[in-house]
């Protein structure tokens, strides 16, 4: 968390490390592919303003983080505290970790939960592959097992390599 926060505590940093992400080779105009710009602020933002056909954008359009309202720091931080929860992190734990209100912090959960389905969308298990099947929820009483009222059935599949230390796959 230290480390964290040295490098992305603060609105600055997080744009930075963002348009380095956006703009590796420097801006390029999302309408003509020009690559000079004009940067100025509009309240708390920056707005980068093409110097050949004066579309103005931001970091944040077409992101994850377009049309939020919270600072890069909060999306940050919860991106930081998700992926590093080896047990999944609740709603309620990130409303109280972020400071922000329970239904921002489902929002913003889920929206990270979505980005990181899509980036793996593409990806092709191969090698071995362990497939196991579980069940989600059911908070209500009653029948156990497979087929119990409410709970949701899903099925998981890992690829799994050999430990190079000669252990057990991971
Ligand atoms: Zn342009």
């Not at 050949?52 to 930081?80: D, N, R």
């Amino acid at each position: 968390m230290p480390d964290f926060l040295s490098q992305y505590g603060t609105e600055a940093q997080c744009e930075s490390a963002l348009e380095k992400v956006r703009w590796r080779d420097g801006f390029r105009c999302p309408q003509c592919g020009h690559d000079h710009c004009t940067v100025f602020c509009r309240g708390q933002q920056p707005l980068y303003q093409c110097s050949a056909c004066h579309h103005q954008t931001s970091l944040q359009v077409g992101t994850l983080f377009q049309a939020s309202k919270l600072p890069l720091t909060t999306w940050f931080l919860a991106i930081y505290l998700i992926t590093q929860a080896k047990n999944g992190v609740s709603a309620l734990e990130l409303m109280r970790s972020l400071g922000i209100s329970w239904r921002a912090a489902w929002r913003l959960k889920h929206k990270i939960l979505r980005a990181m389905l899509e980036q793996e969308a593409d990806r092709v298990l191969r090698g071995r592959v362990e497939v196991d099947d579980a069940y989600l929820g059911g908070t209500r009483s009653g029948k156990r097992g497979r087929g119990a009222a409410g709970k949701r059935p899903f099925v998981i599949a890992v690829e799994t390599r050999p430990d190079p230390e000669g252990g057990l796959p991971h």
